[in-house]
Nanobody, 123 residues
Framework: QVQLVESGGGSVQAGGSLRLSCAAS?????MGWFRQAPGKEREGVAA????????WYADSVKGRFTISKDNAKKTVYLQMNSLKPEDTAMYYC???????????????????WGQGTQVTVSS
């Protein structure tokens, strides 16, 4: 069982930046960030393998968001720049200890989830 603790959410004006952090309690093979806005399905934002330089980004955040990791701290970060009102959502960190196959960046492939942190972007 892996426990995840997120931090860094908040309110910001459009064009601003926020950095989310997610600390894991133990070993993870891959970690990802997901978000869910009211009335919408949870969607993937970014994901990374902890032991490889392989990342995935949703088209909607490419060029604005960056996922990074500090393996010594078992922590993954999501740097969010040029934020837009449509980025407003609850952001969740997820992790798994297995490879995940071709769906490694999809929410259904992750077993461990954080409690979420709210990001609100005002226009």
């Amino acid at each position: 069982q892996v426990q995840l603790v997120e931090s860094g959410g908040g309110s910001v004006q459009a064009g601003g930046s926020l950095r989310l952090s997610c600390a894991a309690s133990g070993y993870t093979y891959r970690m990802g960030w997901f978000r869910q806005a009211p009335g919408k399905e949870r969607e993937g934002v970014a994901a990374t393998y902890t032991g490889y330089d392989i990342t995935w980004y949703a088209d909607s955040v490419k060029g604005r968001f960056t996922i990074s990791k500090d393996n010594a701290k078992k922590t993954v970060y999501l740097q969010m720049n040029s934020l837009k009102p449509e980025d407003t959502a609850m952001y969740y960190c997820a992790a798994d200890t297995a490879w995940g196959g071709s769906s490694w960046y999809r929410a259904a492939s992750y077993r461990y989830w954080g409690q979420g942190t709210q990001v609100t972007v005002s226009s």
